[in-house]
């Protein structure tokens, strides 16, 4: 047995002794983990530079390439940045190890010496490569200047690039017109043959997943919000303002989404499915952007014109201008959009520049003159005679000017700047306009009792029994909501139209959500919502613990209510706090900067703050200590009742004439307070009483005896008590004393024992006295006062002796001397 447990031992050892020593690994230095990255960052900002002349005409490229480089930038920072804590160490090690010694010293260890010149070495490597990566990182930041500039130098040659137009060029416009439909003809027919042949059942399939998207949302919509914001009742004759907002706004923004989903689902799965050819994608993105802002204007000036239906309609206008008008904008509209299209076309198919030009100005003027028109439209009607009235001067003016400019930049040459305002004009008047109508939208809901007067604020009334202040505030809340809504909206929009590309919006959004730099303050969005998100969650989680804890734990194990009350309260705070400090951190706040606003505090405190501090640890002593809690019956500074509530800062007494008084917590601590019910409600009542002068002491003792020992709320151990107190000036005072096991039906008891004491003493003839006075008086002022009652009433008196009620009672006695 032990050679056997032998044989194994000696097999290890002689493996432990035979194998080869395991080969330490030595950990990968800083530089030779960064050295790949930093140079990909190099060879990418080498590529960007050669890329950003390619890139000088084209504005969307150029922005794509400006958000390559920032991203560039923020890595090459970001790789500097991983040498420092590297770098600290270093410099503290050398500043260990010291200089090297002088000739004239001893050496050092040759240990040291290595250490020392190894870590000169790599300091010098990371000094390197921190300095690879600034001139890497001030190359890409010229790089962005230089593209910021090229931008605007672009927009500018846009805009003031100056075209000459040859009028006599008809016939050769004319020409190259007809060529020009005729190539998109056989490009389009074409494309059209492939996909009948090859991509058939993916073009249906893609057009109906497309159409099926489009109508769950239009009728999901109007099924669900129909009833609230889309129907127009023909009955009502004077509807709300709101009513007729809300209509025109949902009316455009439902219709117009589904006719977005709808063109930007076919687009995407043409493409998924391999269906466009790259000219043909280029064309039917554009002509579905002109057919969905066509559509949209279309039904922004239907919805607010309302030409079929003259009480919804949101300005007063006649019926006929109402129309003209509608007619007018959407002919606009559709000039500009034909407009861009073509010259979408025209970039494709290589178009020659007379055409260009000639499609351009007869577009610019055309929409210019359909403003002038809408200028020169008679919309209102006198009241009295029923005459045609034109818009108001500074109106019309404004709109005359705004369709000349384009006319006359266009004929100037300025094709660029025609076009450019043409667009703004109508693209984006129509968005200003959409957005208008949302925030008056907005603004009319969180008007008071504007909420509860709509479809949806009857219905939660009827439904759940909402007020009128909840309604009111869920209008205010829907109201911020909206105005978020149109803003988030309707400036991507806008800035798209003025030159802006999707991809720079997209990188600015993300900037501002994920946080950016004010002064050495990061504010981000995301954090921020988190942060009040986070908070809102530990609030509703320390009500529902709270709750939890009080009715279904402390409530079953029969805890006194005042001990239910302190640690609820407690919890409540603890709770709140912890939410605060954990949505404080997810907001992104750096809780050491607090430090400042806590010195601050503390100065504050110091000087006007001392008496919210002391009540606020005088709250918390109640609550820990628990001289007093609710449901006793106190007494403190003039102010006797029960406490209901106890807070951090003051306490609520309620007196017995149902008044609420609130006591500072400090009063409570630094002040004597009499609880009543401080240990257990047992308490004594007493009750004085007089019996007159001549009555049996020992009878009137007896009988209040008697009558506190029969009342069954008067406990029998300790069991009353009667003290014979004193000798009154007008009765003899005794004092009836009993216990009651709750002294808050103290007055109750009182008051039956001295109806009792009343029928008792009335059984047995002892008087209960009230005071009285003798007083006497010398003769000749009684037949004085005589003579004078007889000279008042006309009536001679020889009575020798007078009695005249003085006081409560009071005898009055004559002698003669």
Known sequence: MFLALLVPAGQVLAQAVTAPPPVATVPQSIVDQERPVIDSLKKQTADFANTLNKAATNDEALVNLRISLEDTA????????????????INARLEQLGPAPAKDQPAEPEIVTDERNKLTTEKAQINAMIGETEDTSLTANQMIERIGEMRRNLFTRTLSQRVDINYALGSEVAGAAGAEA???????????????????????????????????????ARRFLGRF???????????????????????????????????????????????LRPDIAAMLSSL??????????????????????????????????????????????????????????????????????????????????????????????????????????????????????????????????????????????????????????ARAITDEHAFGGTSIGRAMQQRFGTSEASLDQLGLVAGILINIAVLLVGIPLILLQ?????????????????????????????????????????????????????????????????????????????GLALAALVGISAAGVNLSNLALIAGGLSLGIGFGLQNIVQNFVSGLILLVERPIKVGDWVEAGGVGGIVKKISVRATEVET???????????????????????????????????AAYGSDPRKVHAALLEIGRSHPQVLKNPEPFVAFKAFGASSLDFELRVFLADISNGANVQNDLRFQIMEKFAAEGIEIPFPQTDIHL????????????????????????????????????????
């Open 74 to 89: 923020k890595k090459l920072l970001g790789a500097g940045l991983a040498f420092r804590p590297r770098l600290a160490e």
């Open 229 to 275: 914001f889309l129907s127009r009742d023909v009955t009502v004759e004077a509807p709300s303002y709101l009513s007729r907002l809300s209509a025109a706004f949902w009316s455009t923004l439902i219709p117009t989404a589904a006719a977005a989903v709808f063109l930007g689902t076919t687009y995407y799965l043409l493409d998924y499915f391999n269906v």
């Open 182 to 220: 005729q190539t998109l003809g056989r490009v389009v027919s074409s494309w059209w043959r492939f996909v009948l042949f090859f991509k058939f059942k993916p073009f249906l399939a893609a057009a109906f997943l497309a159409l099926c998207a489009a109508l769950v949302l239009r009728f999901g």
């Open 778 to 817: 010398r003769m000749e002022h009684i037949e004085a006062i005589a003579e004078a009652l007889a000279d008042r009433n006309g009536e001679e008196s020889d009575e020798k002796t007078k009695t005249v009620k003085v006081g409560t009672k009071t005898n009055v006695t004559g002698t003669r001397n």
């Open 288 to 441: 579905f952007t002109v057919i969905l802002i066509v559509y949209f204007i279309h039904r922004l000036a239907k919805a607010v014109l309302c030409a079929d239906m003259p009480n919804w309609r949101l300005v007063r206008i006649a019926s006929r201008p109402a129309r003209v008008l509608t007619f007018l904008i959407t002919a606009t509209a559709l000039i500009n959009g034909l407009d861009y299209f073509l010259n979408t076309v025209n970039q494709i198919l290589v178009s020659p520049l007379s055409l260009t030009v000639a499609k351009s100005l007869l577009a610019t003027v055309l929409g210019g003159l359909l403003i002038i028109a809408i200028a020169w439209v008679k919309p209102f009607e006198d009241e009295e005679t029923g005459a045609a009235k034109p818009w108001p001067k500074a109106l019309r003016l404004f709109l005359i000017c705004l369709g000349l400019f384009p006319i006359v930049a266009a004929l100037l040459g300025y094709i660029g700047l025609a076009r450019f305002a043409s667009q703004q004009i109508v693209v984006n008047g129509a968005f200003l306009v959409t957005m208008y109508l949302g925030f008056l939208t």
């Open 498 to 574: 003025l030159g802006f590309q999707w991809s720079e919006l997209q990188t600015w959004f993300l900037r501002l959500l994920t946080g950016f730099q004010i002064g050495s303050f990061s504010i981000s969005f995301t954090g921020i919502f988190t942060g009040l998100l986070l908070f809102v969650a530990g609030y509703f989680l320390t009500r529902w613990f709270q709750n939890w804890l009080d009715g279904s734990v402390m409530a079953r194990g029969r805890v006194d209510s005042g001990v239910r009350n302190s640690i609820r309260t407690v919890i409540g705070y603890v």
């Open 656 to 690: 017995f004439q149902r008044q609420s008084i609130i006591v500072p917590n400090s009063s409570l601590i630094n002040a004597n307070v009499a609880n009543w019910t401080y240990r257990n409600k047992l308490g004594r009542v007493d009750i004085p009483v007089g």
